[in-house]
């Protein structure tokens, strides 16, 4: 099977440690060029300055994955379906649900693939965990998902600019597990967000839940971007029927009851691809708005405080 030409836009650290890497490896797609305002390349593609300029020069390229910050994801998604692409998004897809609600119907209008990834999703332990909640039902959760900012987005001052979602860029991962899994719609009851004294976006955020259950689940989460001593992505969940389900390693490790039930590596961006084949297949977009909504609440009800400065 002739394989896929697709160009990845936007050539920072997400894409050269797993969009470029998979791409490599794929039997769906080959990577065709480069897009990069920086001219950073990969292999010997083509690179190019715009997403203009690649169109220009190579209109056999039907597909595109953009992985550029969420603050020109708008424009860019609608110049790629403009252009007669379809579309993979990095997540989050844009910085607000207009924009979102918007290039959903103009890809839709265009007859064009439009799929949002949420790469958390792609693990064999939250489907496991979504099928035991739908039998079992939720009595609480904690979600504690703590990371360094430092090693995950080094240098980059556009996380802590208005639309970089600060600490939330990563806790909208959780989110996404969070709202896959849930047996029942869940909404922000109360937040308190901690932004640094000499920044725009937050670097610890405390969240909590209420939902229309009649037992009332106690549902919180908790994000830190401070967090040195190694990644603490967790869902501790208890069951309605008791039991401890946690889930661990951003959602490839699920125990119950302390005891591993299903522990597997790094395959999610190997899913998402495998996915966006499928839907290019079917010709069928699939974009959930779902952990986007969530977060934007967190920030609608969020009440503020200032914390130490935050210097790299």
């Avoid at 001219?39 to 593609?45: A, I, K, Q, T």
């Avoid at 900012?149 to 208005?162: I, Y």
């Avoid at 670097?203 to 909590?208: A, C, H, I, P, W």
Wanted: proline fraction near 5%; charged fraction near 25%; hydrophobic fraction near 40%.
């Amino acid at each position: 099977m002739t394989k896929r030409k697709i160009a990845v836009i936007g050539v920072g650290k997400i894409a050269q440690d797993q969009h470029l890497p998979v791409i490599d490896a794929s039997d769906d797609f080959e990577l065709a060029a480069t897009v990069s305002t920086r001219g950073v390349g990969h292999g010997s593609v083509p690179v190019f300055r715009t997403a203009a300029e690649l169109y220009a020069a190579m209109p056999e390229v039907g597909l595109v994955s953009i992985c550029t910050p969420p603050g020109v994801r708008h424009t860019l998604v609608r110049e790629a379906l403009d252009a007669g692409k379809d579309v993979m998004m990095e997540k989050p897809p844009t910085t607000t649900i207009s924009e979102l609600d918007d290039i959903i119907a103009h890809a839709a209008r265009l007859d064009r693939v439009l799929f949002q990834t949420w790469h958390s999703q792609y693990n064999a332990a939250v489907d496991r965990a979504k099928a035991i909640l739908a039998e079992q039902g939720v009595n609480a959760v904690r979600i504690d998902w703590r990371e360094s900012v430092r090693k995950w987005h080094p240098g980059q001052d556009w996380v802590w600019e208005p639309g970089g979602f600060g600490v939330c860029d990563p806790g909208i991962n959780a989110y996404s597990i969070f709202t896959k899994i849930m047996p029942f719609p869940v909404f922000v009851e109360s937040a308190k967000l901690t932004f640094p004294a000499n920044r725009q976006t937050p670097v610890d955020v405390e969240v909590t839940f209420k939902s229309g259950q009649a037992h009332k689940p106690t549902l919180s989460s908790g994000f830190n971007w401070l967090e040195e001593s190694g990644e603490i992505w967790t869902i501790q969940v208890t069951t309605g029927t008791g039991d401890d389900l946690k889930l661990e390693r951003g959602g490839r490790t699920l125990r119950i009851n302390g005891e591993v039930v299903i522990e597997h590596g790094d395959e999610e961006y190997a899913g998402i691809y495998d996915h966006f084949a499928h839907l290019l297949d079917a010709r069928q977009s699939d974009v959930d708005a779902a952990p986007l909504r969530l977060m934007s609440d967190v920030f609608f009800l969020g009440a503020r405080e200032n914390g130490p400065a935050f210097e790299w």
